[in-house]
Each structure stands twice: as structure tokens, then as C-alpha cells.
């Protein structure tokens, strides 16, 4: 697969949910099919382990089986694709980082160590080191705002001179004001904010999201995507009513019970009912009931009927 750029970077990408059977192991056909279904949905692209992928919890042989059946997938379609090298220990996400390049991605994401937020001086080391071993492939920067270390838009610039081969980053976007502190960032990389943002956010300087809009439908997302490169007033508004659903519907879940991101992107692709990989999370994680997913399915198709099956 062709190295991703700044430039080439772009559109709506589709994660790689993991499918959870009752007995706790992972359902690679049922894995297989929905990868086959986002190459089908022509998507931008797509990646794996990113939050919704469960990384922590996959075993490394598992870790490197999914992997290639994506790569596969996506090489046999033309489909652009990511690894993502994510883990807690540096020391596994080194190795993982390792692995993902034998399979040529387009770039591989990673995330800074997570158990300690790292200074200054050592996330910069443990991304020249994760980029000097992923030559030739470059690096895509996954900062999510419950990482322990949040970079500010000064901090951004700075890795950025310090490892030129990330391409992009995916952070969570803010006001004008932060797209404004953002746009030497932007100028520089591809920056990916939130999917139920990206509306509002393309032409502030985003140029495409790592999707949990995919998740609910990613048919949809797709052509969603072409609606704000080609209507940005109706995109908006499509948009004000996504952000309406996740703010009165679903983020409440999280709220209550305590539901990981996860859990919720897995619970939007239940409502939109394209793949049949379920709510169910890798223990000890819990997924969202049926009856919930059945309650707001029914919500969804009134207020986002394009986003349901």
C-alpha cells in the first residue's frame, strides 16, 4: 500500500469493531464480513485498534491475526488502510508498531504511554523512536481527550519539528478559537477530529475523521462526507441533528451507567443494524443491552433516517 501524506489523508475512515462472542473470544468470521462490508461501503479508508478496537485487550497473536486479515482486505480492493500500534506498555506497542510494518499500512497510529503521562522530553523519544522503526511507513498521532497527556496546539508543533514523519492527528476539536490555535497544526498534517464534528470542522481546517458517524452507518457516512465537500448547509444540518441523537440519547448512557466509548461506538452500529457484530465488550467491559439498542433504533429512524437500515 502507497505511504499515506498530509495530503492524501483525507475523508471519512472506518473503524474495525471487535466481535465479541458469549464466551469471550473473538468472532473472526463475523469480523471478516464487516471489513468486507466497510470496503463495500467506500469509505476513505480504514484502521484498526483505535479505542473502539479494544487494543488493550488483544492478545498479540490475536493483535497480528486481525491485522492481516484488514491488510488482506484492503490490498485485495485498493482500499487504503491503518494499523493501529496502539498499547499501554511502550515497550508492546514498539513491538506491535514492529509487526504493522511488515504489512505495508498507510501509516500506522499510535499513542503516547499511557500509564504515566510522559514529559516533554519523553513522548518526543518514544516518537522518534516509534517513527525511526516505522520507516518508511509514517505515523498518524491518535491524542484522545482521556489520553494522559493532552497536547495543547504549542505542544503539536513541536513534535511535529521533532518527528516530521507524522502525517496526521486525531484530537477532539474545540471552538473557533481552537481551530484558530490549531491552524499552524493544520497546515502542517491532516487533522482529524470527531465524526459528528466534521461538518462544522472541514474548511476550519479538518479534513476528515476517524468516524464514529461510520459506526452508526458508514453507507451513510460516506455519502455524508461528499454532502460537505458539496452542500456545507445541509451538511451542517445533518449534522445538528447527529450531534442532537448523540447528546440527548446516547452520551446520557454514558452518564448513567458508565459505558466507555466503546461500548457506544459498538452500541450506534447495533442501531444502524449494517453489521452483526453486537454490543457485547471484551471482559470485564460491559456493552449496552438489547433493549436499549432496540429503544433508540427506533429513535434513530425517526430523527436520522438515513443512518438506519
Sequence with gaps: MRALTAGTLTGTWATVLLPIGEDDR?????LSEQVHELVAAGVDGIYTNGSSGEFWA?????????????ADACEGA??????????????MALRRLCRAKDLSPGAIQVILPDWFAPSDQEALAFLRRMADEAAPVPLVLYNPPHAKRVLTASD????????PEIVGVKVADGDQAWYDAMAPVSGRVALFVPGHHLATGYGRGAVGAYSNVACLHPRAAVRWWKQITTDQVAAEALEARLRTFLGTEVLPL?????????????????????????????????GVPDTDVRRLRAVARDQLPEFVT
Design 26 to 30: 473473538i468472532d473472526w468470521e463475523g
Design 58 to 70: 488483544q492478545s498479540e497473536e490475536e493483535f497480528e491475526r486481525l491485522s492481516t486479515v484488514v
Design 78 to 91: 485498493g482500499v487504503p488502510f491503518q494499523i493501529g500500534a496502539a498499547h499501554p506498555s511502550p515497550q
Design 156 to 163: 503539536q508543533l513541536r513534535v511535529l519539528d521533532a518527528v
Design 254 to 286: 454514558q452518564r448513567r451507567y458508565g459505558y466507555c466509548n466503546a461500548a457506544l461506538d459498538k452500541l450506534l452500529a447495533a442501531i444502524g443494524d449494517w453489521a452483526a457484530g453486537g454490543t457485547r465488550m471484551r471482559w470485564p467491559y460491559q
